[in-house]
């Protein structure tokens, strides 16, 4: 019965948090022979892992370039190749949703896909997401250090074009149906190689996705034939439609042919994500775009391999999620060794226990001076419902014996990460865990929801007014049974009902300037509730 009504819950939980590609591509291959040429005394390590600020995975630290071939299927490979360069910032590379998952959609139509690893800025963590929402919030720093990285990408850019038309015969591919495709900085890449290359290294057609295209990469539209398809959501986060428009008008004023869809709702990031939004069909008019200019065919086997790729990509989504569904959904042995590590507080150690989800984990990765030589214990996680947090309620909490817990929970669940709720149920969820711990001698702190305007992975909700109406239940349920309303709303709202410009850089998760003002509103909650803990 429990399998059969979360089931469906649980499936878009996962098949959204787990989109990391289990395909491998069939080869690896370095631009450059030795050390890429003017980074040569980098010596640090590439590496890849699961951004929970992103949810998704992500490639960082690229020192050496590379391409991830992805060869089409001989029965159907039609002689066209693209170049795809995944966005980041900079920072990080989006290698799935902007990469490997374009790359085995392309291969399903006949086109032989190259995911372009291109050099990136130093991460000094293992979080470059966070690095560069950091860098977003303070653009001259980031012009500053982005400037020389775009430079090199560029020449990764250019590298790999040389690299596809020179071995063209080897891949069965027509060296004048070679294009290149890119996100965000990706597009950035992908731009800065049409304006600034030579026959050799100038792809056949481009294709600039929600791209940055800053005037210091070039304007030069080459006199070559030279299509290009342009996309980007109107609700972009980024405010990067300008960038495209850019580019559409430069391509129109010389008469380049060009085609331009500005999506009314999708955000910045779409990528190859399903977000039941507008920009959901871009790929599709991508391919019609194709198929239009005769890069793509539509017959009868090309038809066949797509419904084979699609039919696989529903059984590893379904193994992703039986695996998550029976080994630990809830993350409840995220922190099993820090727990047995911690053991019981001394008599003298009031301890304060934070509950929640990325506002809380976030919290402690940017500003850990707040916790050090304080008895304060974060457990929150990234990408957690109040559902989830419930679960491991009493492993997180309660078994720690903490005098006063801290619960910030709910707007993942308006964001429809575990799939559709209710104001309704949020609230219940989270009054168990506060009963939970009121049963245990814990004094309860109740956060409001942080105020959201949209969710950049999930777009289009409109969750103002459900968060409003959460926190009011939570306001009048701590008035009645004597808890500790904590309100960050009112102290961080803007006119729309979401979060002011100047606290975040995604309109959900605060900067350090959001984190320095719900400091004090805590610090106060936290006295009152141990004040009352005597």
């Given at each position: 019965?429990?399998?059969?009504?979360?089931?469906?819950?649980?499936?878009?939980?996962?098949?959204?948090?787990?989109?990391?590609s289990?395909s491998?591509?069939?080869?690896?291959?370095?631009l450059?022979k030795?050390?890429?040429?003017?980074?040569?005394?980098?010596?640090w390590?590439?590496?890849e892992?699961?951004s929970?600020?992103?949810?998704?995975?992500?490639?960082?630290?690229?020192?050496?370039?590379?391409l991830?071939?992805?060869?089409?299927?001989?029965?159907?490979?039609?002689?066209?190749?693209?170049?795809?360069?995944?966005?980041?910032?900079f920072?990080?590379?989006?290698?799935?949703?902007?990469?490997?998952?374009?790359?085995?959609?392309?291969?399903?139509?006949?086109?032989?896909?190259f995911?372009?690893?291109?050099?990136?800025?130093?991460?000094?963590t293992?979080d470059?997401a966070?690095?560069?929402?950091e860098?977003?919030?303070?653009?001259?720093?980031?012009?500053v250090?982005?400037?020389?990285i775009?430079?090199?990408?560029?020449?990764?850019?250019?590298?790999?074009?040389?690299?596809?038309?020179?071995?063209?015969?080897?891949?069965?591919?027509?060296?004048?149906?070679?294009?290149?495709?890119?996100?965000?900085?990706?597009?950035?890449?992908a731009?800065s190689?049409?304006?600034?290359?030579?026959?050799?290294s100038?792809?056949?057609?481009?294709?600039?996705?929600?791209a940055?295209?800053?005037?210091?990469?070039?304007?030069?539209?080459p006199?070559?034939?030279?299509?290009?398809?342009?996309?980007?959501?109107?609700d972009?986060?980024?405010?990067?439609?300008?960038?495209?428009?850019?580019?559409?008008?430069r391509?129109?004023?010389?008469?380049?042919?060009?085609?331009?869809?500005v999506?009314?709702?999708?955000?910045?990031?779409?990528?190859?994500?399903?977000?039941?939004?507008?920009?959901?069909?871009?790929?599709?008019?991508f391919?019609?775009?194709?198929?239009?200019?005769?890069?793509?065919?539509?017959?009868?086997?090309?038809?066949?391999?797509?419904?084979?790729?699609?039919?696989?990509?529903?059984?590893?989504?379904?193994?992703k999620?039986e695996?998550?569904?029976?080994?630990?959904?809830?993350?409840?042995?995220?922190?099993?060794?820090?727990?047995?590590?911690?053991?019981?507080?001394?008599?003298?150690?009031?301890?304060?226990?934070?509950?929640?989800?990325?506002?809380?984990?976030?919290?402690?990765?940017?500003?850990?001076?707040?916790?050090?030589?304080?008895?304060?214990?974060?457990?929150?996680?990234?990408?957690?419902?109040?559902?989830?947090?419930?679960?491991?309620?009493?492993?997180?909490?309660?078994d720690?014996?903490?005098?006063?817990?801290?619960?910030?929970?709910?707007t993942?669940?308006?964001?429809?990460?575990?799939?559709?709720?209710?104001?309704e149920?949020?609230?219940?969820?989270?009054?168990?865990?506060?009963?939970?711990?009121r049963?245990?001698?814990?004094?309860?702190?109740?956060?409001?929801v942080?105020?959201?305007?949209?969710?950049?992975?999930?777009?289009?909700?409109?969750?103002?007014?459900?968060?409003?109406?959460?926190?009011?239940?939570?306001?009048?349920w701590?008035?009645?049974?004597?808890?500790?309303?904590?309100?960050?709303?009112?102290?961080?709202?803007?006119?729309?009902?979401?979060?002011?410009?100047?606290?975040?850089?995604d309109?959900?998760?605060?900067?350090?300037?959001?984190?320095?003002?719900?400091?004090?509103?805590?610090?106060?909650?936290?006295?009152?509730?141990?004040?009352?803990?005597?």
């Amino acid at each position: 019965m429990f399998k059969q009504i979360f089931a469906p819950i649980l499936c878009l939980f996962f098949s959204f948090l787990l989109q990391v590609s289990t395909s491998i591509a069939q080869q690896a291959i370095p631009l450059y022979k030795g050390k890429a040429p003017g980074s040569e005394s980098w010596n640090w390590s590439e590496k890849e892992n699961f951004s929970k600020l992103f949810n998704t995975q992500v490639v960082f630290n690229v020192v050496d370039p590379s391409l991830l071939v992805f060869k089409a299927p001989a029965s159907i490979a039609n002689g066209t190749a693209i170049i795809i360069a995944p966005g980041g910032g900079f920072q990080a590379l989006s290698i799935n949703s902007e990469g490997i998952d374009l790359a085995k959609w392309l291969n399903a139509r006949g086109v032989t896909a190259f995911v372009l690893k291109y050099r990136l800025a130093k991460s000094n963590t293992d979080d470059p997401a966070k690095e560069m929402m950091e860098k977003v919030g303070n653009p001259s720093k980031m012009e500053v250090e982005n400037g020389p990285i775009i430079k090199l990408a560029m020449k990764d850019g250019q590298a790999a074009v040389q690299y596809v038309r020179s071995h063209a015969r080897e891949y069965g591919i027509d060296p004048n149906k070679i294009g290149f495709i890119g996100f965000s900085a990706g597009g950035t890449v992908a731009m800065s190689v049409v304006y600034n290359s030579e026959e050799s290294s100038l792809p056949d057609f481009v294709a600039p996705i929600y791209a940055y295209a800053p005037m210091s990469i070039g304007t030069a539209v080459p006199t070559k034939n030279m299509p290009a398809f342009i996309a980007v959501a109107s609700d972009d986060q980024m405010q990067l439609v300008p960038h495209s428009l850019d580019i559409y008008s430069r391509w129109q004023a010389l008469k380049q042919p060009a085609e331009l869809h500005v999506y009314e709702k999708g955000g910045h990031g779409f990528g190859m994500k399903k977000l039941q939004m507008p920009t959901d069909k871009w790929v599709d008019d991508f391919g019609d775009w194709l198929l239009q200019r005769g890069l793509i065919k539509n017959n009868p086997s090309e038809k066949s391999a797509i419904v084979s790729a699609q039919s696989t990509k529903e059984q590893e989504d379904h193994q992703k999620w039986e695996f998550a569904f029976h080994n630990d959904w809830a993350n409840i042995n995220r922190f099993t060794a820090e727990n047995k590590k911690l053991g019981p507080p001394s008599s003298r150690d009031k301890r304060v226990v934070f509950m929640g989800n990325s506002i809380t984990e976030g919290w402690i990765n940017m500003l850990p001076q707040f916790f050090e030589g304080r008895p304060y214990i974060n457990r929150g996680i990234g990408g957690q419902t109040t559902s989830q947090m419930l679960v491991r309620f009493k492993q997180d909490v309660v078994d720690l014996k903490p005098t006063v817990v801290v619960i910030l929970g709910g707007t993942n669940d308006i964001a429809g990460n575990t799939g559709p709720t209710t104001v309704e149920m949020i609230f219940e969820n989270l009054v168990s865990m506060a009963e939970l711990a009121r049963a245990n001698k814990i004094q309860v702190i109740l956060s409001s929801v942080l105020p959201v305007y949209d969710y950049p992975w999930n777009p289009g909700l409109k969750p103002a007014e459900k968060i409003m109406a959460l926190n009011d239940k939570l306001r009048n349920w701590c008035a009645a049974n004597n808890a500790i309303y904590l309100d960050y709303f009112s102290a961080m709202v803007d006119e729309r009902n979401g979060l002011k410009a100047s606290l975040t850089n995604d309109g959900v998760h605060p900067t350090v300037a959001g984190y320095k003002v719900m400091e004090p509103l805590l610090e106060k909650a936290i006295s009152e509730a141990l004040r009352k803990a005597q």
